[in-house]
């Protein structure tokens, strides 16, 4: 199985748990600079790679007047500006051709959008940049779907991939996670990402917004570092109720260590059984 690189940061076959993890959107740099500086700082502490996160444009929006962020001139000055403070590797979506380009002069993973992972044009121009790709699997698609979405990234001979799972569409306003389909992505062959944030999302609940249900993001993080992934995907925000977007399914700075702590000892004790596991069963 593959792995994927994004600066300094590799997760994969054999490679410690890492955190993908920002504000949903750019509101503003010094936002980005506090969440990425502890986020830094409390992943650091458990020994986790981190990748900061966060959109400069979210054009997938429940109402026209949502919040999209600051656009992609702005937003990618910000994302740079947080990488030269922080020193830590980035990811943003990209939502058209036009914009990949300028993105990945910044960033080192450029993120293809659930609703778009079936745009042969977007996929394939991310990868034709040489950066991680991260293709984030449809609230529509079944995991074994995916392999097609993948084998458009390679077409180019980029085979710096991951994928993500971020629950699947399960009646109206309702998102859930299928674990199984966490191995069936690992089985094609890349680095395997599970957004525990995006999957309690509860998208168009609200009217106007979606909403979510965020109390529920510590059971998923645990479920799925047990059943196995590669990077744990997260939205966080000092005050996610006044965030000016994904208010209700993001995750408060306050909770990350707990949660990510967690996640971090059940990996150690899976690698830990596993290394004993000839030991246990070996027989006098």
């Not at 380009?101 to 910044?106: D, G, I, R, T």
């Not at 999957?199 to 799925?224: D, N, T, Y």
């Amino acid at each position: 199985m593959a792995t994927a690189r994004a600066g300094n940061v590799e997760f994969g076959e054999g490679k410690p748990l890492a955190l993908i993890a920002g504000p949903c959107v750019i509101e503003s740099l010094d936002l980005c600079l506090e969440v990425g500086q502890t986020v830094m700082d409390i992943a650091s502490r458990l020994g986790v790679p981190y990748i900061f996160k966060s959109s400069y444009d979210k054009a997938n929006r429940t109402s026209v007047h949502s919040f999209r962020g600051p656009g992609l001139d702005k937003g990618l000055e910000i994302l740079a500006e947080v990488k030269s403070k922080l020193q830590v590797p980035l990811l943003t979506d990209v939502h058209e051709v036009w914009q990949v380009k300028p993105a990945s002069e910044v960033v080192d993973i450029l993120q293809i959008p659930a609703f778009l992972c079936r745009q042969t044009d977007l996929i394939v121009a991310a990868a034709q940049t040489g950066r991680c790709v991260n293709i984030k699997k449809g609230q529509f698609q079944a995991p074994w779907d995916m392999k097609n979405s993948i084998e458009k990234a390679r077409s180019t001979g980029n085979d710096n991939i991951c994928v993500t799972e971020r629950g699947v569409s399960f009646g109206y306003n309702t998102l859930v996670v299928d674990m199984t389909s966490l191995p069936i992505l690992r089985s094609l062959g890349c680095a395997v990402v599970f957004d525990a944030t995006h999957s309690v999302q509860r998208p168009g609940g609200l009217g106007q917004c979606s909403g979510g249900v965020r109390e529920f993001i510590p059971h998923l993080v645990r479920a799925a570092v047990a059943v196995g992934i590669d990077a744990l995907f997260m939205e966080v925000h000092p005050q996610p109720d006044k965030a000016l977007c994904d208010a209700a399914s993001m995750l408060s700075l306050a909770e990350l260590p707990g949660v990510l702590s967690d996640a971090v000892a059940i990996r150690e004790a899976l690698e830990r059984n596993r290394a004993e596991r000839p030991t246990l069963y070996q027989q006098d």
